[in-house]
């Protein structure tokens, strides 16, 4: 599955941003669990949020709950990560895969659940 991330950007601490995560072919993410994934500098790929088929169960870490919105449009195939408050930890490189697990709650997300990637989009938080 091919997935195409855009979006990203310097924005100011406070500010908002909004993913996206196109799939080139619809019809290969209708049936899958769609997900975001972020790294920084030194630091491990860790999960950040997770959307059913459905769009019934989402999933968020901890460190984003409160100021992210994942949802999906699965007539275009397509992911969004809506992101308020952007701090600066909040800095990495984000992104989207598919092909993965539903679990059952925001700590049961790795990276090698999944087996389909976006190239990733560059998020860069300003004090």
């Known amino acids: 599955v091919e997935l195409v991330e855009s979006g990203g950007g310097l924005v100011q601490a406070g500010g908002s941003l909004r993913l996206s995560c196109a799939a080139v072919?619809?019809?290969?993410?209708?049936?899958?669990?769609m997900a975001w994934f972020r790294q920084a500098p030194g630091k491990e790929r860790e999960f950040v949020a997770a959307?059913?088929?459905?769009?019934?169960?989402?999933h968020y870490a901890d460190a984003v709950k409160d100021r992210c919105t994942i949802s999906r449009d699965s007539q275009k195939g397509t992911s969004y990560l809506q992101i308020d408050n952007l701090k600066l930890e909040d800095t990495a490189v984000y992104y989207c895969?598919?092909?993965?697990?539903?679990?059952?709650?925001?700590?049961?997300?790795?990276?090698?659940?999944?087996?389909?990637w976006g190239q990733g989009t560059q998020v860069t938080v300003s004090s």
């Open positions: 895969a598919t092909e993965g697990p539903l679990h059952h709650g925001p700590n049961d997300y790795y990276p090698g659940d999944f087996s389909s």
């Open positions: 959307i059913s088929w459905s769009s019934v169960t989402k």
């Open positions: 072919s619809v019809a290969s993410v209708r049936n899958h669990v």
